[in-house]
Every structure is written in structure tokens, then in C-alpha cells.
């Protein structure tokens, strides 16, 4: 987080500390806020689980709950202080979302929130059923809060506690967006391939965000059972899960600001609703989720985005200051020119009794550019997802720098050093042109979500940054580096896209209609570009359809016809070859 961003949270925490102590405040707001503070803790975990990384949950109040049981147990059947027990409520709240989540996070579509409604279910009713916890009358005589010998007991004492703990928060998940690792979680939702590509452990960043949202709720939980000094299974059930998501997307499901001002809308709404309707209906029910339910509906079709942009105005893209040159990132090292680098043998790739890739065969050697043409439908992306990785072969062999990666993940095989664009421009739209970029470089880094959180990464990053703002510059985009991706022309998404490529600092670049709407100059531009990567010893695969680009660039050209491999050789030679001809203008050249 900037350094402005730090100096704002530290004078709201003096605000905080010094507010309830004004007399501005009756105790029933002091209450109330209370309990917007912990519901800020669980929103603020879903914003970063659901709003930024796309993982949506229902379930977020049984980790609530496990936070609140595991401190009950230990300060009332064991006699531990409260505060001892806070690192052990936090364990056991991480040690389960652990378990659950490695089964929970690899479901994609409808089956995630339905499994995340699963085991949301399963520990409430656990919760209800072991005696030792109390069973469904829960436990009571849980003891307060103590500094020193002066127990936190008053409403007003604990409003400092809570909405420090808020600040903290607020504080290290901005910390953990503003790095490599938050890039990650933000390309989760609408870049995975993309992320894949560039070495992004998509399994295992889904489990960290959901361990980290799940220790969120669990420190709410602890919060909870030493405010209201009892606990019960009903706070902990779907209706509270339903709730704390309700919260996250009324207040802004990617703003983490959000998720305190849908805490406070939802909750306020609760308690006017609880008086309202029964009186209303003319009998006492838990009518207010009839209402919530109405009001998720109305927010997801008239403000998908919540309420922060509609009071504060859409997102800004923060410019990131840059320092005084640091030490560069270490560089790989480029295979002698000439040396095989990638051998493709014989692949096949079919769908059903569909073949789309049918043994082909070619070979790109360092220091050159080799161009993979055809007509549309020949094969040519399917042969690229399956050098790639993005693709299983049905059979054949891919040796890449001495080693088959067949069957590798798409990590693997870009921490060798092979890069790629892709077919459709594959962005982050609501990140900046900057950090789309860096995300290249993610296998050039190794701080983790812990050094991000304690904001420890701040040289690691400064010095991916500086390698993305140089790799922009390359493509010529340095002007664009602090605007928002999805502003940008489809031209010069392509060139982002190259120089992401090229942040991973990739001996093989495969490109796959990179001139594909650009102007005539930024054709030139990438031409020269690509000549130079070819001087570095970086060699290029290359998909084109403009032939004059792919012509005047190419040392060897490969030909692809139904997924069949029809010419290979100089560009002069494969221009003059009448196969090529027959498969590009449909036998008319004879």
C-alpha cells in the first residue's frame, strides 16, 4: 500500500481510538458498530475471496464459528487467557479452511458456492451436535477481554479493539493486492489461462486467498465470543453466510473499502427490519432474509458493482511511484545460436472423431523466427496450447531445451523460459497496463502472501515493476503504463500482451497473431522489435495471417491444412508451392 494510503489508515485508528470516548456516541450505536466492525472482518475476507479472486462462498460464518468455538473452549474448559488463545483460534480456523478448501477450491462454476453451502451446513450442525461444545444451547461464561487487570467490558472499551483489528486488516489485504501475489489473486477471475501461462500456481493461489478470507472470519469469530461472552450454533449458519456475502457485494464486491460500508448497510437494515416487520406481518419471524434476498437481486442487476463506485466514482488507477533504478532482475541465459531449443514430433490432438492437429512435425532452433501459417482452422493455435501445456496430446513427443514437457503444466514449462501471447487479447481489465505487464515476471519474484501481508516485498517489487515499465517501453507503451488495460485499443493489447512475454525473460516467444489490429506503423514497430529479440538469441514462433509481415520476418515458415503439416522451408519456397497455394485459394492457383 502507498505511503499515503498508511498515513490515512494510521489517523483513522487515531479517530477510532478517540470517537467512542467523545460522547458523540450512545452506547447503542457503540453496540451496534460493534458488531459492523466484526461483520467488516468476515465482508473484507469475502471481497478478496469472491470480489477479486471469483471464488464465491456461502459459507464464511462456520469459520466464524470455528474461530468462536476453539476460544470458548480454551478460556472456559481450560482456564487459557483470551488472548493466548487468539493465535490458537486462528490456527485452528486456518487448519481447517486447509482441509476443506484443497477439496473446496478445485470446483469451478455453480459446483464452488454449492460446496462452499456444503460444508457451511455440515459445521453448523457439527457445531450443534457435540456436547462438549455445548450441543444447540451453545456455551456461555466465556471471559472477557483483559488488558492488564482492567477487564474490556464496556461497549466503548471494545470498539477500539474491534475496529483496530478492522484497520489492521484493511491494511494488510491492501498490502497483499499491491504485490506480485495480489496480481495473482486478481487475474483468478478473469485471466486464468494467462496466469497459467506465466506461472501462476492457479490451485494453490485459490487455497492461500481462501486459508487468509478463512483466518479474516476466524479472527471475527474470536472477536465475537469474548464481546457477546456466549456463543451458539445460529450466528454460524447458511442465513449469516448469506448475510456476510450480502455485505461484500452491496458494499462493493472487489473494493475492500466496500465490504466496511456494506457491513454497515446490511446491519443497520437488520436491526430496523427485526423491529418492522414482525410488527407489520403480526408475528415474530426471521423475515429480514425474505429482504435480503430481494435486495442481492435488485443490487446484482442495478449495481453489480455495489455502492462504493456509485458514492466515490469508479476505480482510479494508482501511479506507482518509481524509484531510483534498483538492481536489476537476474537474467537467463540464451541457448548458442542455432542449438535445437523446440522439437515438435509427430502430435496429434483430436475431439472425439474430430482431428484438429494430425503428426506434425517441425523444429525451431535458437536465435530464429519461425512462422506457423494456414488458412483459418488449419490447426495452428491447437498446436500452440499444446507446446503451451494449455492442451493434453492425444500423442507424439515435445522436447523443449533437451526435455520433454509432454504432459508438463503450463508453470512448468514457462519456468524453462517459453513465453506466449494468446489468439484473443488476454488482459486484466480492471488492473493497469503496468501490472498486466509485470504479471509476466511472476517466476522472477518469490515473495508470498506472507512477505506481501507485512508489506516485506516492497525491493522484490520496485525491481518487477521497473522490469515491466522497460519491456513497455520496448513495445512503445510507456505513456499507457498507469491507465486501466480495458481502456486500451485491441492494437495495443497485442503489444501489452508481447510485453508481458517478454518479462518472463523467455528464450522462446510464441506469438500468436501479434499484428492482428495493428496500424501500419505499429506493424513496422513490432517487426523491428521481433528482429531484435532475434539478435538477443530469443527466438520466436510466430501464427500470422498477414503473409507480407510473416514473409519479411520469417527464416523458416511451417504450413498447416486441416491440421496437417503440408510445407515447411524458406519463405521464397513456400510462397511458390502450389499446395500452399491450393490450401490458401482453394485449387484456383491451378
Not at 481447517?96 to 453451502?117: D, E, F, M, N, Q
Not at 410488527?279 to 429482504?291: K, R, T
Not at 507446446?387 to 492425444?394: H, R
Request: net charge positive; hydrophobic share 50%.
Amino acid at each position: 500500500m502507498p505511503a499515503r494510503s498508511t498515513w490515512i489508515a494510521a489517523v483513522l485508528a487515531l479517530v477510532i481510538v478517540a470517537l467512542p470516548f467523545t460522547g458523540l456516541m450512545p452506547p447503542y450505536c457503540v453496540t451496534l458498530f460493534n458488531y459492523i466492525g466484526i461483520s467488516s472482518l468476515v465482508a473484507i475476507g469475502l471481497v478478496l475471496l469472491t470480489g477479486v479472486g471469483g471464488m464465491t462462498s456461502f459459507g464464511q460464518a462456520a469459520f466464524v464459528g470455528l474461530g468462536a468455538y476453539t476460544t470458548s473452549v480454551l478460556t472456559v474448559h481450560y482456564g487459557m487467557n483470551p488472548w493466548l488463545a487468539l493465535p490458537l483460534a486462528l490456527s485452528v480456523t486456518a487448519l481447517g479452511a486447509l482441509l476443506i478448501g484443497a477439496l473446496t477450491v478445485r470446483l469451478s462454476g455453480h459446483y464452488l458456492p454449492l460446496g462452499t453451502l456444503a460444508w457451511g451446513v455440515a459445521l453448523f450442525y457439527l457445531f450443534g451436535n457435540l456436547s462438549w461444545l455445548g450441543a444447540h444451547d451453545g456455551m456461555s461464561g466465556i471471559p472477557p477481554l483483559h488488558l492488564g487487570n482492567h477487564a474490556l467490558i464496556e461497549g466503548r472499551q471494545y470498539f477500539v479493539v474491534v475496529w483496530l483489528a478492522v484497520v489492521l486488516a484493511v491494511v494488510a489485504v491492501q498490502n497483499l493486492l499491491g504485490g506480485r501475489t495480489g496480481r495473482a489473486v486478481r487475474a483468478l477471475r478473469r485471466s486464468t489461462a494467462a496466469a497459467e501461462a506465466f506461472g501462476v500456481n492457479i490451485a494453490a493461489t485459490k487455497l492461500k486467498v481462501f486459508v487468509f478470507a478463512a483466518v479474516l472470519a476466524g479472527l471475527a469469530g474470536w472477536l465475537y465470543a469474548h464481546f457477546q461472552r456466549s456463543v451458539a450454533p445460529g450466528p454460524f449458519g447458511v442465513n449469516a453466510g448469506i448475510e456476510y456475502l450480502l455485505m461484500a457485494v452491496v458494499g462493493g464486491a472487489g473494493r475492500v473499502y466496500g465490504a466496511i460500508l456494506g457491513a454497515t448497510a446490511i446491519t443497520f437494515l437488520r436491526d430496523q427490519l427485526q423491529n418492522i416487520l414482525p410488527a407489520l406481518v403480526g408475528a415474530p419471524g426471521n423475515y429480514e432474509i425474505v429482504v435480503f434476498g430481494a435486495v442481492l437481486v435488485f443490487t446484482l442487476q442495478a449495481a453489480p458493482s455495489g455502492l462504493w463506485p456509485i458514492l466515490f466514482g469508479p476505480p482510479r488507477v494508482a501511479r506507482i511511484a518509481r524509484r531510483r533504478r534498483s538492481a536489476s532482475l537476474l537474467r537467463r541465459g540464451v541457448p548458442e545460436r542455432g542449438a535445437p531449443l523446440l522439437d515438435v514430433e509427430s502430435v496429434c490432438k483430436s475431439y472425439g472423431g474430430l482431428v484438429a492437429v494430425n503428426k506434425v512435425g517441425f523444429d525451431v532452433r535458437a536465435g530464429e523466427i519461425v512462422g506457423l501459417i494456414g488458412p483459418n482452422g488449419a490447426g495452428k493455435s491447437t498446436t500452440f496450447n499444446l507446446i503451451c501445456g494449455a492442451l493434453a496430446l492425444n500423442s507424439g513427443a515435445i522436447r523443449f531445451r533437451d526435455a520433454s514437457i509432454a504432459g508438463a503444466t503450463p508453470q512448468q514449462i514457462a519456468a524453462r523460459g517459453l513465453g506466449r501471447t494468446f489468439q484473443h487479447a488476454n488482459i486484466v481489465a480492471d488492473m493497469s497496463v503496468l501490472e498486466n505487464v509485470a504479471l509476466g515476471a511472476h517466476l522472477r519474484g518469490e515473495a508470498g502472501l506472507l512477505r506481501a501481508v507485512l508489506r516485506l516485498d516492497r525491493a522484490e517489487e520496485a525491481q518487477l515493476l521497473d522490469e515491466a515499465a522497460r519491456q513497455l517501453q520496448r513495445v512503445g507503451l510507456d505513456e499507457h503504463a498507469h491507465k486501466l488495460a480495458g481502456s486500451l485499443a485491441l492494437g495495443q493489447l497485442r503489444l501489452v500482451e508481447v510485453a508481458r512475454a517478454l518479462c518472463l525473460d523467455p528464450v522462446l516467444v510464441l506469438m500468436d497473431e501479434p499484428a492482428a489490429g495493428l496500424r501500419f506503423g505499429e506493424k513496422k514497430a513490432l517487426a523491428r522489435l521481433l528482429r531484435e529479440l532475434r539478435s538477443d538469441g530469443v527466438s520466436v514462433l510466430l501464427i500470422e495471417h498477414d503473409m507480407d509481415f510473416v514473409m519479411s520476418l520469417a527464416d523458416r515458415l511451417v504450413v498447416l491444412d486441416f491440421g496437417t503439416k503440408i510445407c515447411e522451408g524458406a519463405p521464397a519456397s513456400v510462397r511458390c508451392d502450389p499446395k500452399v497455394r491450393d490450401a490458401y485459394l482453394g485449387g484456383a492457383a491451378s
